[in-house]
């Protein structure tokens, strides 16, 4: 059976500072059976962002459901997210006409994914993302994250560059806003050509555990302790996840040592190097 | 065993970086006191972001000094590896070249983070002038460049003038900003507020998480401070 976890938290300084948590979440189940999940960063620096990324998440994720609503086949859901990408675009304008302000005071990001358990669908705009854990046990990233050359983030509102997919032979599919999705895919790994996952960190949310499916709500209540809990120089971000899983089919092994993940000393050493040559 | 449990292995791998750059007029017109100030205070600005050990692990510099023409002192280097600075001064001001030049080497150290996966803050420009572009004459290219990448959210421009420094290109330059600027009361060279003002904002907001306000103390525009801000919109229609 499809089951999905969540975790939105405000990252720690935001607590501090009486800062609401600028990450928002949606996840439905479909009427004909499989997932749908959105996830959304408001950018920090605009005004009104917890209310881009709520608006933006929630409108995509419904439209998702309303037009799948009777039909499961996976060869529509890629068109599905592309039209619903649209309609969360034309929201968050509507959102800022409303509320009479420019419509960069909500900008966001956006990451959306369909999954049954064993096809998956993703449309993606900014930094924000997806994972995926294959059949045999793989982990693959679904998205990139949309920067320019200078790290700064494309959100929702260039729609030229959005961008859209499908994976088959998934067996568990993750969403994640920037803040946790860097701490399971290092942006320092895939610069340096190494596998981009964290695979020892990613594992313990791409591998659902037995009986997670009967305990959602412990699950969730531990996740979030987990970030709680995360070492503040590596997270101190909103933190957003949610977790797509079917606790009949979960992903296969792999080799011994494949979630070991990477050597981080050496990884350190040669980011190092590399920038006070 | 608990559900999540696996710990990262290293700090500060994903620690966002900050870049920042000190354009510093070396003309002949600084000569004497302003200099000796300079030098003192550059090397107190490393003293001070290395108070706090996780700002010293962040903030990258870079010295630009420029007079004829503008010219790397100190190429990027963690602010902890900050070599004393000993500057000396001749020629003429070329300001629209070194706030180019400026510009570029914070533009190429967002590409060399961006390029290792290394976070980034935004960026900082610092300019320090008593003068007029006396190279170039004018400082129009300069100021479109950062104007348009300060409302990109891609650069942060302070702006020191002292002595008879030119508010026209004060203005142009910060026009991203509101047309405003820092300014040492006439005929006084210490920049201890300005600097301390700098070094405590780049310390303060290399450590901050991301959307966080921040706020330093100073005495800047106090009765005991000799720096002020100064609204140069108000300057210009006197």
Redesign the interface.
Known sequence: MLHFYAVNEA????RD?G?PC?DAFCALRLAAGPLVACVADGL??ARL?QVGSAVASHSCAHAVARELADDAVPARWRPAIERAFASAEQAVLAAAAERCVDPGELDTTLCCAVFDGSSAAWGNAGDSGALCALEDGTYVPLTAQD?D????VYPLCFDDRWTFGGQGRAASVLLATD?VL??LA???????GLDPIDT??A??FLHP?PGDGERLPE?ER??S??FAD??R??????MTLVALFDDERAPGEREAGYCD?PD??Q??AR?IA???R | M?????R????????EHMSVVLAVDTSGSVAGEPLRQINANLNRFKECVCEDP?AASCV?VCVIAFDDEPRVIQD???VSQMQPIELTSGGLTDLNGAVLLAVEKL?ER???????????KKPYLIVMTDGQDNVTGAVSEAAALVTRRTN???LKLFFLGYGAYDRTAAAQLTEANGRWCFQVRDGCFDFHDFFDFVGNSVKAVSV??????VSVPTNINSDISNVQTVDLDSWLSD
Request: charged residues 30%; aromatic residues 8%; negative net charge.
């Open positions: 990252g720690a300084s935001h500072a800062l600028q920090g620096s962002s920067r050359d200078e790290g700064r803040g860097e701490c290092p942006p320092a790994l895939a610069a340096q020892r960190i594992r313990m555990q699950v531990e996740a302790a987990y995360y070492p120089s590596l997270l101190d971000d909103d993940g981080w000393e990884v350190r980011a590399a920038l006070y | 608990a559900r999540f449990e696996e990262p292995r290293i700090e500060a791998m994903n620690r996780v990258d990027w280097v963690p533009r967002s590409r060399e983070y961006a390029a290792n996966g290394v976070l980034e990109e959210g891609k901050s998480a991301p959307g966080e306000r």
